[in-house]
């Protein structure tokens, strides 16, 4: 059955580009006995898709309206029988209609109005349909219903809610859009070799299915999924959640496994949303619960290594200033010379000739550097008859300004300082070594188990009939991306061990002033 149902995909997608999700979500719904809701656009193969699903099938009939606030149940039902009214009865003639198909594409299904409502709630659910007075059963496989938008009518509440197989279709990516261009009408009608699957084979998964069971680790997913989905205000009825379980098994059964495990239930993310923008909350919910969250985890290490590699270029970079042995800080003159002074001050001069600072109240004292001699501080700053000016509040002839140290310009040396490496404490070297080691080895961890990690999707994505596309797809595409950063993280952060053995563990030599 899994080869079968494998070649049946390859006949689907054909000419259905980047709808491998839409595809298997489809006969799965099919087999289980569900309906599929496609949410989109006009023109991205909604239709296509359910003709497609119709083929697969042998000896069966299909139907296929477009609903509109207009449509009347004969649309979908079938008309009244003239001759069953001339007996008094009401009878509709329901052949090539929706009771007499097994699939059926009913497009912009939440037109449906009251007067055909309940009809087709009967038709979904229940597979039986009242005609007149008699209610007889329908061959119903599964309906595919499109839409572009979710109702907005608290009426239609129960429609919505018979589809349990949800999936927003969008059109074709860039990247798909060659591939688009290049459908040609031959390949549209291009026969492919697939064995068609009966009504009978329907039966008989669906009956084989039912004792599958829930592995512990899949039904503890399931109870935890139950709690996020209540703390997220998303209701889903204990009869959606049985009929869950139904497509889980059928998709354990097909798959040829015994029980249900975790992989088969990322279906979910296709059940157990009401509203588009609780798919991203879910798909996240999936991919933490699944440890495939390697984009934030990567991010974490990131920040991780970039602190460290600061840390240790700060460290190897690190310079104390040297001292003698009286703990003073040491300088060189420009002479060479070892000093515990940090500067040298002396008199400026001009040409021999003593330079001062002008008054305190003006912006630049020193003339920009080049300070004032005493003609130059008479001329622009004391009058020419007393030799005074007035500074801070009082007047001060020029002999008391100029015999005042504070008013001479100076010249200043700043000597170098003498540094070495900074000494680091045996214990601050080993404790660094440590925390490095074991941030070294959990990221050994991590990148080693994404590479595990990605085996395992790739043998899901290769043996599972069901999983193909969607956020499955972006998770591996995601991981292939994401390891060789890991690997490389890895290195950068065993390369900082070698800075952490090298930093200078000598103590300081004593220094002898000259």
């Known amino acids: 059955m899994k080869t079968k149902l494998k070649n049946i995909f390859s006949y689907i997608e054909s000419t259905l580009i980047e709808r491998s999700v839409p595809v298997r979500l489809s006969l799965l719904a099919a087999l289980s006995g569900e309906h599929l809701l496609l949410l989109g656009p006009p023109g991205t193969a909604k239709s296509e898709l359910a003709r497609k ?64 409502l309940n009809s087709l709630l009967t038709i979904l659910n229940e597979r039986e349909f009242d005609n007149g007075n008699v209610r007889v059963n329908v061959p ?62 329907v039966d008989e998964i669906q009956s084989n299915s039912n004792s599958i069971k829930l592995n512990a ?43 249900i495990d975790v992989w088969d239930c990322v279906l979910l993310t296709h059940l157990m949303w009401n509203h588009p923008d609780q798919i991203e909350d879910l798909n996240n919910w999936f991919i933490e619960m699944l440890k495939l969250d390697i984009y934030n985890q990567t991010k974490r290490i990131e920040k991780l290594v970039l602190v460290w590699e600061s840390k240790l270029d700060e460290d190897k970079s690190r310079y104390t200033q040297k001292t003698n042995s009286s703990g003073e800080n040491l300088y060189k003159t420009p002479e060479g010379k070892i000093t515990t002074q940090h500067e040298r001050v002396s008199l400026a001069e001009r040409d021999n000739e ?75 070297i080993v404790n660094q070594r440590s925390e490095l080691t074991d941030i070294i080895n959990n990221v050994k961890y991590e990148c080693d188990n994404f590479i595990k990690i990605q085996n395992k999707i790739n043998t899901v994505e290769n ?13 591996s595409d995601e991981i292939n991306l994401m390891v060789p950063k890991l ?28």
């Open 217 to 259: 680790e899949s039904h503890e997913l399931l109870r935890k999924l139950r709690n996020h989905l209540s703390d997220k205000s998303i209701y889903i009825s204990d009869r959606r959640w049985r009929k869950a379980l139904k497509i889980l098994q059928v998709c354990a059964f097909t798959n040829n496994k015994d029980v």
């Open 140 to 201: 119903l496989i599964s309906v595919i219903a499109a839409s572009n938008e979710l109702p907005d009518d608290e009426g239609l509440d129960a429609l919505f809610d018979r589809f349990l197989f949800r999936y927003q279709v969008v059109p074709v990516t860039n990247d798909g859009f060659n591939d688009l261009l290049e459908i040609s009408s031959d390949s549209e009608s291009s026969q492919f070799d697939f064995e068609k699957l009966s009504v009978s084979d």
């Open 53 to 116: 699903l119709c083929n697969v099938f042998t000896d069966i009939n299909y139907f296929e309206r477009l609903l509109t606030r207009f449509s009347v149940p004969e649309e979908l039902f079938g008309p009244l029988s003239i001759k069953a009214l001339e007996d008094d009865r009401y009878h509709r003639l329901t052949t090539g209609y929706l009771p007499d198909a097994s699939v059926a594409f009913i497009d912009e299904i939440f037109k449906a109005n009251s007067a055909i």
């Open 354 to 428: 003593v330079l001062f600072l002008a008054p305190p109240d003006k912006n630049d004292r020193t003339n920009n550097g080049a300070g004032y001699t005493l003609n130059e501080l008479e001329e622009l700053f004391f009058d020419d008859n007393f030799k005074q000016s007035h500074i801070e509040g009082r007047w001060v002839d020029v002999q008391n300004y100029i015999n005042n140290t504070q008013n001479r310009l100076v010249n200043r040396i700043d000597f170098e300082a003498l540094t070495e490496l900074y000494y680091f404490s045996e214990d601050y």
């Open 487 to 514: 690997v490389d993280y890895h290195q950068r952060l065993q390369s900082l061990l070698i800075i952490n053995e090298s930093l200078n563990k000598k103590k300081h030599k004593e220094i002898t002033i000259n």
């Open 463 to 475: 043996d599972h009939l069901w999983l193909s596309g969607g956020f499955i797809k972006k998770s």
